[in-house]
């Protein structure tokens, strides 16, 4: 379990990632988009202690945890990039096709990453309940998730948020 109590944390803070609505009208800062990707990776640090500790060692209050925070913290970081972030850096840049396309198969991504969320969050609850499961498939869901999720918050933030300071307010499109 996560000894800094990041993961415990994950989703109840005051400026974290479950606090973003979609009737937001002042958007956010990166600083606060960078504590979100924190909150994130914290996740993924959980379900890599959950593969390691496969398939003898499982902690299945840990398996809990991390299901009930795995999906709506993903749904809830897209929707923040999707509907404030991606449109902001358009605008920024201009119509540039490049851009585009990446932001393009981002979201592309971003709903891949939802699919894997929702089945990786039904073998977590088995596993978490002790009912019987496929280890070997279990340990390949839960690596193939957080590798893919820290690939993509790493491509983020050094190809879209490179070089902006913390204090950069993204607002919402009018």
Request: aromatic share 10%.
């Amino acid at each position: 379990m996560q000894t800094n109590g990041e993961f415990h944390q994950f989703g109840r803070g005051s400026k974290n990632v479950s606090d973003f609505k979609t009737d937001s009208k002042d958007g956010f800062t990166l600083r606060w988009l960078n504590a979100s990707y924190r909150e994130q990776l914290a996740l993924c640090d959980a379900l890599e202690e959950i593969a390691d500790s496969l398939p003898a060692s499982v902690n299945r209050q840990q398996c809990i945890y991390a299901a009930k925070a795995l999906g709506p913290a993903i749904r809830n970081q897209h929707l923040c990039e999707e509907t404030v972030l991606f449109p902001w850096l358009t605008k920024r840049a201009g119509a540039g096709h490049s851009l585009e396309e990446t932001l393009s198969r981002l979201k592309y991504e971003h709903f891949e990453d939802e699919c894997f969320a929702e089945e990786l969050t039904d073998a977590l609850l088995k596993l978490g309940a002790g009912q019987p499961v496929n280890m070997e498939a279990i340990g390949y869901m839960l690596r193939g998730f957080f590798e893919g999720l820290r690939r993509h918050i790493a491509f983020e933030r050094d190809h879209l948020l490179h070089g902006l300071p913390e204090d950069t307010r993204v607002a919402r499109p009018q």
